[in-house]
């Protein structure tokens, strides 16, 4: 099964909005709704951040969320902060009832 | 609140069989309600799901792996492993446990995760 595609970079300035898109196939992103985001520090496990396409767990803040048209999903992180500066993967389900990650992103914020 | 905490050895010879365990507390992996999840992740490089499995006995693998890998669980350590045999260099990684909802996505939580050189 092949990565879902990810920018390999996005930058912005604090307090602006970014987007991270998340392309797959109608076999997996385009045809389920198991879409999740996760955060990723420098040698940490990863966080989710949206799970479900576009619900957000207790604790994340409201600056993230989540969405999807056709075979992309999207993260959008508004009100950039310099702790968003992170690595971050979309995950989804497949048809074999297996999962595929994203090649993943790194946001910087300048 | 629960917890994953992955455990073993942290050098494999070549050709020989990696095996890790995942330690659980504050829930029971016999419930039915979770899949129990292995995830890794070469140095500087993305994450790959290797599998899971579930107490109904039901499995499945990341298809590039399958021939290479088990996960069970062992209900009475309220464990759950990872095997993966014949391995390479190119299987040194860290290695993740994590907990799915059976009718959801998110992978949560995570152990910290135990890096896996191969090498003799």
């Known amino acids: 099964q092949s990565a879902l595609t990810q920018p390999a970079s996005v930058s912005g300035s604090p307090g602006q909005s970014i987007a991270i898109s998340c392309s797959g196939t109608?076999?997996?992103?385009?045809?389920?709704?198991?879409v999740s985001w996760y955060q990723q520090y420098p040698g940490k496990a990863p966080k989710v951040m949206i799970y479900?396409?576009?619900n957000r767990p207790s604790g994340v803040s409201s600056r993230f969320s989540g969405s999807k048209s056709g075979n992309t999903a999207s993260l959008t992180i508004s009100g950039l902060q310099a702790e968003d500066e992170a690595d971050y993967y979309c995950s989804s389900l497949t048809s074999r009832s297996t999962y595929v990650f994203g090649t993943g992103t790194k946001v910087t914020v300048l | 609140q629960v917890q994953l905490q992955e455990s073993g050895p942290g050098l494999v010879k070549p050709s020989q069989t990696l095996s890790l365990t995942c330690t659980v507390s504050?829930?029971?992996?016999?419930?039915?309600?979770?899949?129990w999840t292995w995830i890794r992740q070469p140095a500087g490089k993305g994450l790959e799901w290797i599998g899971r499995?579930?107490?109904?006995?039901?499995?499945s693998y990341n298809p590039s792996l399958r021939s290479r890998v088990t996960i069970l669980l062992d209900t009475s350590k309220n464990q759950f492993s990872l095997d993966v045999s014949s391995v390479t260099a190119a299987d040194t990684a860290v290695y993740y446990c994590a907990r799915e909802p059976f009718s959801s996505s998110p992978f949560d939580p995570w152990g910290q995760g135990i890096l896996v050189t191969v090498s003799s």
């Open positions: 479900d396409v576009s």
């Open positions: 109608s076999s997996d992103v385009g045809g389920y709704n198991y």
């Open positions: 504050g829930d029971s992996i016999s419930s039915g309600t979770y899949y």
């Open positions: 499995t579930h107490s109904s006995g039901g499995s």
